[in-house]
C-alpha cells in the first residue's frame, strides 16, 4: 500500500499546486502588504482586485517582511495575551484573524486582522501583525483560503509590479 501512495503523494506534494510552494500560481488569490505605504492589496484572477489602508508595525522590524502562507484562519478570535473571548468589543483582534507563517511561527502570531481601534488604519502602531477595518477583513476572510501566499514587503514598485514578480500576474 506505501509503495502505491509514496509515488502519489511525492506528485502532489511537488506539484505547482501544492499551496505551500515558493510563489503563488498566476490566477490564484494572492495577498501583498506594502509598509511603505501601509496599504494591502488581493490579487486574484490575475489583476489586482482591491487595495485597502493597514496598520503596521510601530517599527519597521516588528512587522516581518518575506514571501508567507497564509496558515490560520479565525472568526471572532479569542486574544490570548489578555484572556479577551471573541466578540468582545476590547478584543484587539476586532472580527477575523487571517494568520501567516512568518519568522517560523503557526500562524497564530502574525497576521491580519480587524480591530476596536479603527483610527490606528494606515499608521505604524502595531506590534507586528497587521491591522484592517473590521468590515474589510471580514470581505476578504472568504476570498483568501488557506494556503494563500503574503507578500509583507516596503516598496515603491506598484502591486501590479510586485504581483507580476512574484508571478501572481501574467
Not at 113 to 135: L, M
Amino acid at each position: 500500500m506505501i509503495k502505491i501512495l509514496s509515488p502519489i503523494l511525492m506528485t502532489f506534494f511537488l506539484s505547482p499546486l501544492w499551496p505551500l510552494g515558493p510563489n503563488p500560481v498566476p490566477g490564484d488569490p494572492f495577498v501583498i502588504v506594502n509598509k511603505s505605504s501601509n496599504e494591502m492589496a488581493l490579487i486574484s484572477e490575475n489583476k489586482v482586485q482591491t487595495v485597502v489602508s493597514v496598520g503596521t508595525g510601530i517599527t519597521q522590524e516588528l512587522t516581518p517582511e518575506g514571501l508567507f502562507t497564509i496558515t490560520v484562519k479565525a472568526k471572532n478570535p479569542y486574544f490570548r495575551r489578555a484572556n479577551i473571548p471573541g466578540g468582545d468589543p476590547k478584543n484587539p483582534l476586532g472580527a477575523r484573524w487571517i494568520g501567516f507563517d512568518a519568522m517560523g511561527t503557526d500562524g497564530r502570531i502574525y497576521g491580519i486582522h480587524g480591530t476596536n481601534q479603527p483610527a490606528s488604519i494606515g499608521k505604524y502602531v502595531s506590534q507586528g501583525c497587521i491591522r484592517a477595518q473590521n468590515e474589510v477583513v471580514s470581505s476578504l476572510f472568504p476570498l483568501i483560503p488557506l494556503g494563500t501566499k503574503i507578500l509583507v514587503i516596503s516598496s515603491k514598485k506598484s502591486f501590479e509590479k510586485l504581483a507580476h514578480e512574484k508571478g501572481a500576474i501574467e
